[in-house]
């Protein structure tokens, strides 16, 4: 497994990469590449650019939770898929995955602090998948759906409002996900918001 830091918010000075205060990673494992989160602009494209690496043959986009942070980059994504397909480039569209929770408005002090797409929007340029159930993405990496919160610390604070079917509730982050990879040695976790801890997948 190769993964590849695409934007966060350090850069090395010398390279001149873009920083931002979010983070996307792409991650190659057997055949696939699997891009997790897209950050908060078209930054992890042109840093990708950079180092050489092409964006249009994904096999997953993945996404960590609906925060602007991680979703804000769909709009470049597709914009960079849009162009490809004008232009005659070769690529290979990828499916969306995320918690069903993802695309849903997401309210802070009564602004908008979740994906500016919404799921109908996105499925007129991508499949998207949704899961609530860890979701194997290739033999030894698995996206993990909803993470059952079993410690008392972790569902105490609502972050903000989540506007769903029509009515605005406390917004406990139930898409907040995470992927794992079954290396040798154990499990490696990326992940955004929660300590993980005690899985077990079959």
């Keep these: 497994m190769k993964l590849t830091v695409l934007v ?3 850069t090395y ?11 996307s990673y792409l991650i190659e494992d057997e055949d696939k590449r699997i891009l997790f989160d897209v950050g908060y602009s078209d930054a992890f494209i042109r840093n990708s650019e950079k180092m050489r ?17 991680h979703t804000w980059g769909l709009d470049p994504l597709i914009r960079m898929f849009s162009e490809a397909k004008l232009e005659q480039l070769e690529f290979r569209l990828p499916t969306i ?3 069903p929770d993802v695309f849903y408005s997401k309210l802070l002090n009564g602004e908008e602090i979740g994906s500016l797409l919404t799921a109908e929007k996105i499925t007129r ?28 610390f972790e569902a105490d604070n609502a972050i903000g409002q989540i ?17 794992v990879y079954k290396a040798e040695n154990g499990l490696v976790i990326s ?3 929660f300590t993980l801890r005690n899985l077990q997948y079959d």
């Design 8 to 10: 966060d918010n350090n």
């Design 13 to 23: 000075i010398d390279r001149y990469f873009v920083g931002e205060p979010a983070v």
């Design 53 to 69: 690496i092409d964006l249009r043959k994904l096999d997953y986009v993945a996404l960590s939770h609906g925060h602007n942070d």
């Design 97 to 99: 995955i995320a918690h």
């Design 125 to 152: 340029h991508f499949k998207l998948e949704y899961t609530k159930k860890p979701m194997w993405l290739t033999e030894k990496l698995v996206f993990l759906g909803e993470i059952e919160r079993t410690m008392p």
């Design 163 to 179: 506007a769903r079917d029509g009515e605005i509730s406390e917004d406990y982050l139930l898409d907040d996900s995470a992927l």
């Design 191 to 193: 992940s955004c918001m």
